[in-house]
């Protein structure tokens, strides 16, 4: 066992000299040090003399400490062995720790860290996807090494499980939609145009933001969760060794079978929300069946389902990408796994709204009901 620091006061020619003796290491020093930095730093107050002659050891740890209860500055008389000095020499190079800030931070403090972290996310973004595009062209060039068991492993787990719960939303949203338009349009006689209020909505709009938003939540944080463990045990690192891309086996193989099965979802909840519609303005209004079926394509053009298809692939290739973004961002710790997944979710969800802002003002003049 290793002589523990000792610390030992005595009188030299009518001076009060501090004498330090034992091993001043990580591994001797006491598990807590703040009584052992209080002391020091009660007898550095005053004017005493420094003895580290009988100090067998002395590493970084000890060095620091000692160097922070003179108050980062060497005392007046200290003994010091030209070894043991080196160290302390070390720490003296070690830069103070910044004071905390008090109150709140500068407006443009904040703003500028938001720009950085942002602008860092952007550019990871934007190099993930031109690697995606890389191994797209290489894929062509070598057919067999096709991913085909990775991509239709997702493409039945984000795909296929995904049905009972998208029908059964889009059923539940086409008739809460119906059931309110309904209310309102009684009111004016207007009944007849529930077809064009159910249609319009849920074809163009509701049915590819509610997949999105499930997926998102679904699919989504399972493949941020699944790379970030890969992260954590390192199993990434392992691939790497081994030679094999992680882009090419892990991203690309999501990415593809989302951009392939968003679509699919977008026409299975639009249609269980146009049944559920259906259902509803049937009840409520005594709309029938055959009407609703035969007016639904005159005054919901076919573009609009086309409309409807596009945003679900361009939503399927964002949810993809940010998801393998953040999971490819987890640091090695669970901490890090539960936030990033947690933004995952986040973010492909604001991004998916914004996308759909920027289709509803590209498109704002396709597919109108003549």
């Not at 400490?65 to 980062?72: D, P, S, T, V």
């Not at 787990?157 to 059923?171: E, H, M, N, Y």
């Not at 699919?264 to 055959?290: H, T």
Request: net charge positive; glycine share 8%.
């Amino acid at each position: 066992m290793l002589p523990p620091a000792a610390i030992a006061c005595e009188v030299r020619e009518g001076r009060q000299c501090v004498r330090l003796s034992g091993h001043w290491t990580l591994a001797a020093l006491p598990p807590s040090l703040a009584a052992l930095e209080a002391r020091l730093c009660e007898l550095a107050a005053t004017p005493v003399d420094w003895d580290l002659s009988g100090v067998a050891r002395l590493d970084s740890a000890g060095a620091l400490l000692l160097w922070r209860a003179w108050g980062r500055r060497w005392p007046e008389v200290v003994a010091v062995p030209e070894a043991h000095c080196l160290v302390l020499m070390r720490a003296e190079s070690v830069p103070p720790p910044l004071p905390p800030v008090a109150g709140r931070r500068p407006p443009l403090l904040v703003a500028g860290r938001a720009a950085l972290i942002v602008g860092s996310h952007l550019r990871d973004l934007v190099a993930l996807a031109g690697q995606l595009l890389l191994d797209l062209v290489w894929l062509f060039a070598n057919p067999r090494q096709l991913p085909l068991r990775e991509f239709s492993a997702t493409l039945y787990k984000s795909g296929a499980r995904a049905l009972p719960v998208t029908a059964l939303v889009g059923f539940l949203i086409g008739v809460v939609v119906s059931y309110l338009s309904s209310l309102q349009l009684k009111l004016f006689g207007a009944e007849v145009f529930i077809v064009n209020i159910l249609g319009m909505s849920i074809i163009r709009e509701l049915g590819p933001v509610l997949v999105a938003v499930l997926v998102a939540g679904r699919s989504g944080s399972a493949m941020t969760a699944q790379i970030g463990v890969m992260r954590v045990t390192e199993e990434i690192d392992a691939l790497a060794t081994m030679g094999v891309s992680r882009s090419l086996r892990l991203v690309l193989p999501k990415v593809a079978a989302l951009a392939l099965a968003m679509p699919l979802l977008v026409v299975w909840c639009s249609a269980a929300g146009i049944v559920g519609g259906l259902v509803a303005a049937n009840l409520q209004l005594d709309l029938s069946w055959g009407f609703f079926i035969e007016t639904l394509p005159r005054v919901v053009p076919l573009p609009n389902l086309w409309i409807g298809l596009a945003k679900g692939l361009v939503f399927g290739l964002l949810i993809g990408l940010v998801a393998c973004h953040f999971g490819l961002r987890v640091k090695p710790n669970t901490e890090s796994l539960s936030t990033m997944t947690t933004s995952s979710v986040v973010s492909s969800i604001t991004i998916v709204i914004l996308a759909d802002a920027v289709f509803a003002i590209l498109t704002r003049n396709v597919g109108l009901p003549l």
